[in-house]
């Protein structure tokens, strides 16, 4: 069977590939299970360094044709995948930079023994990746994992395997054999690499629904799971805010990749003095934005990544139209052979619970009025879901207050949506288990080892 993997913008076919079974994945496994018992890349440090660094060398030189690979079969407009080329040659150089690091710890203990404690790398890891942000995505968990010295299985989203299969030929021919291996298909495939008996740590980055069965299938036979999963990202705005700043921070992250992403700010939480202002504010702006063709430099939101997915936004929709709540955009376009919707603008007191707190992963803004502290961090608190979120105001003892209130893995304060391979990241309550990035992301991937010496007297 092959997967068609066509342009999200005009419906085109680009290519087809091969789709994988579980026999497939099996011996996937195999092959990454021989890398990593046999080649010298868990053992050598400076290898991995070198490979990482050229890797990331050799994905930069690609860029261009890489950025129109991505562009194509996500639909989503040129700045954005030129921004993801970049978050990705900088995950590869940060953790080649760490490889030689990692260290573990020695101790004098009271019965005279030593104890050392070693960093192992797990064995074999699979990493499961979305379509919306498909090569950073893999590679921001992948890297960190490539610097422990694990060996890896890789399923990209059947909807954008393209451009991952592209960038991961272009690794370096001193990358061992089957160091990395990719298997491409939907649920099953990635059902048998979350279950597959050997595969000791499971990456998975997509929706929390699908999150709790792959942690399901890894728990069972106790292999790690690290989850980033979805989002309900919220800016909370006080009357001493920025307004200027906060907008424009809250345009530019709330319509990324035509809302649907995980760090979205698809929720706006102002204080009721500055309510109006700043709802008409936004509005002016969202009315303003062009919907079209990614391929067009004018173009501000390029498509949605299928019709099913346009469909469940325009459920979200209907609820606001039925309730009233609806300001301004939602119409569904129909442009060359993608689905496209205009960003939309849902304003009101209390609005429907499920627009409120469940993610809508479109281009979708809620903005609603808060009287105090208290009830801000309650309402951005409400959903089940805690991947970031961020404080306008220039009141320091205020935006600390709000950072220890508020239930979320990432606090931006006067900023949002930053994130840096130094730092670890992840989400709070159901979006996600661990940490990527930093040391925090590279220790996901090893099995702390205690080895205790008896010095004798
Ligand atoms: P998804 O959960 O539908 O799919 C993600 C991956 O899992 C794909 O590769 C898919 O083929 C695979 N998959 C589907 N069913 C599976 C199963 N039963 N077992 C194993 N694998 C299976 O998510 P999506 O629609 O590709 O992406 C959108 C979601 O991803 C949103 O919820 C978004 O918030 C989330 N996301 C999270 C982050 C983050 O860093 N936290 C980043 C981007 C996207």
Known sequence: ????????????????????????????????????????????????????????????????????????????VRTECERELAFTVDALRFNSGITRLIAGSAHELPDGSAGHLIREPVGVAGFIVPWN????????????????????????????????????????????DSVVVIVNGGAEVGQALAGHLDVAAVSFTGSTAVGRLVATAAVQRFAKPMLELGGKGASLVFPDADLDRAIEAIMANAFITAGQMCMANSRVLVHRAIAAQVRDRLAERVAALHVGDPRDAATDLGAIISATQADGIQGYLDIARAEGSLLLGGQRLELGGGAFIQPAVISGDRIDARLRSEEIFGPVITVEPFDDEDEAYALANETQYGLGAAVWSNDVSRTWRAARALSFGTIWINRYNRTFAEVPSGGMKSSGMGRTRGFEGVHEFTELKHINVELGA
């Not at 990593?36 to 360094?49: G, K, P, V």
């Open 1 to 76: 069977m092959a997967i068609e993997v066509n342009d999200k913008a005009t419906g085109e076919l680009i290519d087809r590939v091969e789709e994988n079974d579980a026999a497939g994945v099996d011996a996937a496994v195999g092959r990454a299970m021989e890398a990593f018992r046999r080649s010298a890349w868990r053992r050598d440090s400076r290898l991995r360094q070198d490979v990482m660094r050229r890797w990331a060398d050799a994905i930069e030189a690609a860029a261009d044709k890489l950025v129109d690979s991505l562009l194509a079969e996500t639909g989503k």
């Open 133 to 176: 942000w498909p090569l950073f995505l893999l590679f921001r968990d992948l890297a960190p994992a490539l610097a422990a010295g694990v060996t890896a299985v890789v399923k990209p989203s059947p909807l954008t395997p393209l451009t991952t299969m592209r960038a991961v030929a272009l690794a370096p021919a001193e990358l061992p």
